[in-house]
């Protein structure tokens, strides 16, 4: 056990505006703040799971900015919607890639995800079993991707009940708690163009409304303006990397000092 508290990292939910979660990383390390533990959902099960399973912020901006480069239909597996419109089984192959069968245990960090189960109607945190199963959980957003079975539970996304699992972290042990939204935050923005979109943007509004209270239970909250980020497609990765990166360098000053102030330590290594 660490002699220092033990500092969290929430990554919420977001759709392709969590890979502003890379250029939250980007600033943590290069300013050598200490992450010894991470909670995701949805986009942030994504990003934190790859990263507590070892990859560097550079391998993970360099994936997001060959995924952007890609045509989107490569991606999503659209078919004749049963219980969603997206299969989820090209994105689960790509994450395969950087996951394989790896447990939560095998994990060079500790991890945890949570997803909604729709027969219990209550939020699940998992931390056991193989982590591209609960990723997919996670990031499985009502009516656009299909529900994922796991025990014979049925799972949505985690952020149908909390966008931003501060509380995930905090159960691991966390003692100061980083959170980072970058969901939408009740802005005006432009009109959805398809279904996909309209069912997108209407889970954003009740995701929101449900949960803008948590995050501020963390110590310090990260919060990247993408409004202007399209959620539904990968191809403005560089310039939701950069919005992550500009809005943690933004809180920084803030959260050294209470970092400070908590005897957190700042890494050793640059």
């Given at each position: 056990?660490?002699?220092?508290?033990?500092?969290?990292?929430a990554l919420?939910?977001?759709a392709s505006?969590?890979?502003?979660h890379i250029?939250?990383?980007k600033a943590?390390h290069e300013?050598?703040v200490?992450?010894d533990?991470?909670?995701?959902c949805?986009m942030?099960a994504v990003?934190g799971?790859i990263?507590a399973?070892?990859?560097?912020?550079?391998?993970?901006e360099g994936?997001?900015?060959?995924?952007?480069?890609?045509?989107?239909?490569?991606l999503?597996?659209?078919?004749v919607p049963?219980?969603g419109?997206?299969?989820?089984?090209?994105?689960?192959?790509?994450?395969?890639?950087l996951?394989s069968d790896?447990?939560f245990?095998e994990l060079?960090?500790?991890?945890c995800?949570?997803?909604?189960?729709?027969?219990?109607?209550?939020l699940?945190?998992?931390?056991?079993?193989?982590?591209?199963?609960?990723?997919r959980?996670?990031?499985s957003?009502?009516?656009?991707f299909?529900?994922?079975?796991i025990?014979?539970k049925?799972?949505?996304?985690g952020g149908?009940?909390d966008r931003?699992?501060?509380?995930?972290?905090?159960?691991m042990?966390?003692d100061f708690?980083i959170?980072?939204?970058?969901?939408?935050?009740?802005?005006?923005?432009?009109?959805?163009?398809?279904l996909?979109?309209?069912?997108?943007?209407?889970?954003?509004?009740?995701?929101?409304?449900?949960n803008?209270?948590?995050a501020?239970?963390?110590?310090i909250?990260?919060?990247p303006?993408t409004?202007q980020?399209?959620?539904a497609?990968?191809?403005?990765?560089e310039?939701?990397i950069?919005l992550?990166?500009?809005?943690?360098?933004?809180?920084m000053?803030d959260?050294?000092?209470?970092?400070?102030?908590?005897?957190?330590?700042l890494?050793k290594d640059?």
């Amino acid at each position: 056990m660490s002699e220092y508290p033990q500092v969290g990292l929430a990554l919420g939910g977001g759709a392709s505006r969590g890979l502003a979660h890379i250029g939250v990383l980007k600033a943590l390390h290069e300013h050598r703040v200490p992450v010894d533990m991470i909670s995701g959902c949805s986009m942030g099960a994504v990003v934190g799971s790859i990263y507590a399973n070892g990859c560097t912020v550079p391998y993970l901006e360099g994936i997001s900015l060959q995924l952007s480069a890609m045509d989107s239909r490569r991606l999503y597996d659209i078919g004749v919607p049963r219980r969603g419109f997206i299969k989820g089984n090209r994105i689960i192959s790509i994450l395969y890639t950087l996951l394989s069968d790896k447990t939560f245990e095998e994990l060079n960090l500790p991890f945890c995800c949570i997803a909604t189960c729709l027969e219990d109607a209550k939020l699940i945190t998992f931390s056991t079993g193989r982590v591209l199963d609960a990723v997919r959980a996670s990031i499985s957003v009502p009516g656009v991707f299909e529900p994922v079975i796991i025990d014979d539970k049925l799972y949505v996304d985690g952020g149908v009940m909390d966008r931003v699992p501060v509380d995930a972290v905090r159960a691991m042990g966390a003692d100061f708690i980083i959170a980072v939204d970058v969901g939408y935050q009740g802005t005006s923005r432009t009109r959805p163009k398809n279904l996909l979109e309209v069912l997108y943007c209407s889970y954003e509004m009740m995701e929101w409304q449900a949960n803008r209270r948590v995050a501020n239970t963390a110590d310090i909250l990260i919060a990247p303006d993408t409004m202007q980020i399209n959620p539904a497609v990968l191809t403005q990765a560089e310039e939701c990397i950069q919005l992550g990166y500009d809005a943690t360098l933004a809180r920084m000053p803030d959260l050294l000092t209470k970092l400070t102030m908590a005897n957190i330590p700042l890494r050793k290594d640059a």
